[in-house]
């Protein structure tokens, strides 16, 4: 009943039920209306078992409904060193449906460096683009144009000539990139080609439509392709979300060259919120 | 007057000679890693360039080896004998002997670790690189996290390089040394499935032929109580890393061949990885695992291609001066390396060795020539005879290593090893009677043509 309640909107906390539009009057976004509860367990799954001390102050992001063709998430990326959890970044992906296609924007900014501390700047690695995909299970990346340099934001300039902008194309698995209409690259990708910030839009999808198991080369963030990639979907899980709220999650895994492990774990809406990969996390924030 | 090529050094961390896919053929046995990973650009460099088999480190950690790479010194020699010190301070690196010779703009991005104990260095202040200008990557000990931000700024970088004068470039990258974090030692075991969660079977290394043995081994263990299955998972994770840094490494190259100019690519890694040979993780040790790791050159058009070289020896120490030689200046006083551009250029042979010298840790020290490889541990006698480290003020001292304890200390310590029959160093020969003429040569070799040479660095505390 309480789960219920919580997907219609309502969360039910000590003996007070409160409806999301007051929450609305009070601040909350009406639009992206979230309750947050504190804390999700990892049941002892061993890749939350890394993420242990940050989930235990983890506020899950529960909405009403999500589409997994159009939406934008925001997460937070943490390197998982030693025995803390560091944010050092975070990464928004924007998916829209576009006639046959779907495009994506997105940005992701990792912190890179301390820098210069008398001045206390800190330099961050920002790449961030725009992705035109087919609307296939892969999300095939047909065109892109990404820039990426080391900055202290993502509005200011490049560090010292590390900043350049590069488009990207694939014609039926050639690929090709260039920069100010000079190619740098051409490259083969094996089989049909993903690219690795759709996978979350991918496994979303799996989750919703069909588990079957996905076979890909990837494209990394721009520039590399990863080839024999395998999408696997290993089983479901209940999580106690916080205050004993059980979601239901999908698992998938990731495997093939250059690939740590990577599972994906993806909620009773279809939304992709945490991927863990050895020792880097992707957490859905708001 | 001819400009003289753009130099870029790529240095990985903790990668051992085989984890290159294009020596699947050199190391035939199917324990060997190259049988377990694909490295497209690792193969493309060693097509088109020159490399070697007989590439050892200069001492099998981190600080030590990459002092070696940075000065053409021998870590005894630049005082950085052990982890997170500093080079000394009268020992140029290579940043300030190409600032105070050419005209070539220096830049240095990634994993440095050369002399003190920073990892990354910053772009200004007291963690600013002598001679080079920095830029600034690397919050944490990652390679995951970081040696894409490495490759991905470093190749913009070179891209956009358009100055009348030639760079000096460097790119650390921390893979595939993020292993280190697979064992239980250093992150609780949660890195390492306990069984084979994700159903990789088959396609994990099998454990190598020498993961058990019989000799007495004198070295710490850094060994875990892994099952067979989180070895094997330890494995196929480390030929990830590899695969990793293999496309750090492509966007490096996409960059160098966008260029118009010519620039020379040296790769070279600062050790090995125990990758369950003799039981063992990580490096510290004198086995081959520990100590061989990738050197190749190239320049197409000007270095010989596809040479992969199992006669000469070489190690880090000659990075220095073949660079130097490159820029068509003298490699600094006392170096100890040799230029190998006539033998990458014209085959030429005159100038290598034929034989590799490297020392591990302070009181270690290895001799491989022809088949065999000596392996002695010093007893510290207390004077300045025997390994020890100098410091500023001119006195020597015994070296306490991190751990406040003396590791090897404890008796002197000789292996010997057939690597032509034995080449996962299996049987120790050094108490067989039937090689002490052998272990005797190879003694005195170390005594006579090695020990004599150094000359003692200082222990600089830079940090």
């Known amino acids: ?286 | 007057m001819k400009r003289t090529p753009n130099i870029l050094i790529i240095i990985s961390d903790q990668q051992g000679i085989d984890t290159i896919g294009a020596y699947r053929e050199k190391f035939s046995h199917e324990a060997y890693l190259c049988h377990w990973l694909k490295t497209p650009n690792f193969d493309k460099m060693v097509a088109g360039g020159y490399s070697f088999l007989e590439s050892h480190s200069t001492n099998p950690v981190c600080c030590p080896a990459r002092s070696s790479i940075f000065t053409g010194r021998y870590s005894t020699e630049t005082g950085v004998t052990f982890n997170n010190i500093g080079i000394d301070k009268n020992v140029p690196n290579m940043g300030e002997w190409f600032e105070a010779k050419t005209d070539y703009y220096r830049i240095y991005c990634g994993k440095w670790h050369a002399g003190g104990e920073w990892n990354y260095p910053d772009a200004e202040g007291t963690r600013k690189i002598p001679g080079f200008e920095t830029i600034p990557v690397g919050v944490s000990g990652t390679g995951d996290f970081n040696d894409f931000q490495v490759s991905g700024a470093m190749k913009n970088y070179i891209i956009n390089y358009a100055e009348e004068k030639p760079f000096l470039a460097v790119a650390g990258f921390m893979n595939p040394h993020d292993i280190c974090y697979w064992t239980p030692q250093l992150f609780g075991g949660k890195l390492v499935p306990e069984t084979d969660i994700f159903e990789l079977g088959s396609a994990r290394p099998p454990l190598p032929p020498n993961f058990n043995f019989n000799f007495d081994d004198p070295f710490p263990k850094q060994q875990t109580k892994f099952t067979k299955d989180e070895w094997q998972n330890y494995l196929h994770d480390y030929c990830r890393m590899i695969e990793k840094l293999d496309a750090d490494l492509g966007r490096l190259l996409d960059a160098v061949d966008s260029r118009d100019d010519e620039t020379l690519v040296i790769f070279t890694s600062d050790h090995g990885e125990g990758a369950a040979r003799h039981k063992r993780v990580q490096k510290w040790h004198p086995f081959e695992q520990s100590v061989k790791v990738p050197f190749i050159a190239y320049m197409p058009g000007k270095i010989k291609q596809n040479v992969v070289d199992a006669n000469h020896f070489v190690s880090g120490i000659d990075i220095m001066t073949t660079v130097c030689e490159y820029a068509a200046i003298p490699a600094p006083p006392n170096c100890k390396g040799r230029s190998l551009k006539r033998l990458f250029e014209k085959g030429d042979t005159k100038d290598v060795m034929d034989c590799a010298y490297a020392e591990f840790q302070h009181i270690g020290r290895v001799v491989h020539k022809g088949d065999f490889k000596y392996v002695k541990i010093y007893n510290y006698s207390g004077l300045p005879d025997k390994p020890f480290i100098r410091l500023e003020d001119g006195k020597y001292e015994k070296f306490q290593s991190c751990a406040g304890s003396s590791r090897y200390e404890t008796s002197s310590n000789m292996l010997l090893f057939n690597l032509k029959e034995d080449p996962w160093e299996l049987i120790n020969l050094a108490t067989n009677p039937n090689y002490s003429l052998k272990l005797n040569e190879l003694d005195l070799l170390l005594a006579e043509e090695w020990e004599k040479r150094i000359i003692p660095g200082i222990h600089f505390d830079r940090n």
């Not at chain 1, 506020?59 to 803390?84: A, Q, R």
């Not at chain 1, 609307?135 to 490049?158: C, F, G, V, Y």
């Not at chain 1, 049909?192 to 991918?202: D, E, F, Y």
């Not at chain 1, 479901?236 to 895994?253: A, P, Q, R, W, Y």
């Open chain 1, 1 to 286: 009943m309480e789960k219920l309640q919580s997907r219609r909107g309502f969360l039910k906390k000590a003996g007070m039920t409160v409806c999301m539009s007051q929450l609305s009057m009070l601040g909350w976004s009406a639009g992206f209306s979230a309750i947050f509860s504190e804390g999700v367990n990892s049941s002892g799954e061993f890749s939350l078992l890394k993420l242990e001390k940050l989930l235990s102050g983890y506020k899950f992001p529960f909405i009403d409904n999500f589409s997994t063709d159009s939406f934008s998430s925001v997460y937070k990326l943490y390197n998982l060193y030693g025995s803390n959890s560091i944010n050092a970044g975070d990464l928004s992906i924007n998916s829209a449906v576009a006639g046959e296609k779907r495009q994506f924007n997105f940005s992701v900014s990792r912190l890179a460096n301390n820098g210069i501390k008398s001045q206390k700047l800190n330099f961050k690695y920002i790449v961030s683009g725009d992705v035109l995909c087919q609307n296939n299970e892969i999300l095939s990346p047909q065109k892109w144009n990404i820039s990426s340099k080391i900055s202290i934001s993502r509005d200011n300039e490049a560090f010292n000539g590390t900043g350049l902008k590069y488009e990207g194309e694939n014609k039926n698995g050639e690929i090709y990139l260039m920069t100010s209409g000079k190619l740098i690259k051409k490259a083969i990708a094996s089989i049909p080609l993903s690219w690795k910030w759709g996978l979350m839009a991918v496994v979303q999808n799996m989750a919703k439509v069909s588990l079957h198991e996905l076979q890909f080369s990837m494209l990394d963030e721009f520039d590399t392709i990863y080839q024999n990639q395998k999408m696997k979907f290993r089983k479901k899980v209940s999580l106690d979300c916080g205050n004993n709220h059980l979601i239901d999650f999908n698992v998938f895994e990731l495997t093939g060259d250059g690939m740590i492990p990577t599972v994906y774990w993806i909620d009773n809406l279809n939304r992709c919120i945490f991927v863990v990969s050895g020792m880097e996390a992707y957490v859905l924030g708001v």
